[in-house]
């Protein structure tokens, strides 16, 4: 069994909107142990009303993680992580101030995969020109 977070991998999120991120075990409750929600390495504990963790019981077990008023600060890669030994699952929020991404609009992983990789190749671009030009380390 996985832990499965909906959704895409990569999320777009504006400051000061919310998000909730919802993770999903499918598997019979009382195997199923509770869920720790993780930014990063960091334990994500319940901080009212900004941040709340909660999770349920039908079919298998579902935990929430919803974040309010989104500030820079919480970009980062968001992780489920079951206490059982379920593998676990992540994604990652980008805070952005301004204009919805095309990936965003779309909804399309495929799209948002390609903007990343753009940006990361773009990012090295200038690393090597950098460096080669001032000599940065």
Not at 27 to 41: A, D, I, N
Not at 71 to 95: F, K, L, M
Request: proline share 5%; glycine share 6%; net charge neutral.
């Amino acid at each position: 069994p996985k832990a499965r977070i909906l959704g895409a991998q990569d999320l777009y999120v504006k400051i000061d909107s919310s998000i909730t991120l919802i993770c999903e075990i499918s598997q019979g409750p009382h195997s199923l142990g509770t869920v720790q929600w993780y930014k990063g390495l960091t334990p994500i504990t319940s901080s009212p009303p900004r941040v709340t963790v909660d999770a349920s019981w039908s079919e298998g077990l579902s935990s929430r993680l919803h974040i309010s008023h989104v500030i820079a600060e919480d970009s980062g890669n968001y992780s489920c992580v079951p206490t059982t030994r379920v593998q676990s699952d992540s994604v990652y929020i980008h805070v952005i101030n301004g204009e919805h991404p095309a990936a965003m609009q779309h909804g399309n992983r495929c799209t948002v995969s390609k903007i990343s990789f753009l940006t990361v190749i773009s990012a090295l671009g200038v690393y090597y020109f950098l460096n080669t030009m001032y000599h940065i380390r």
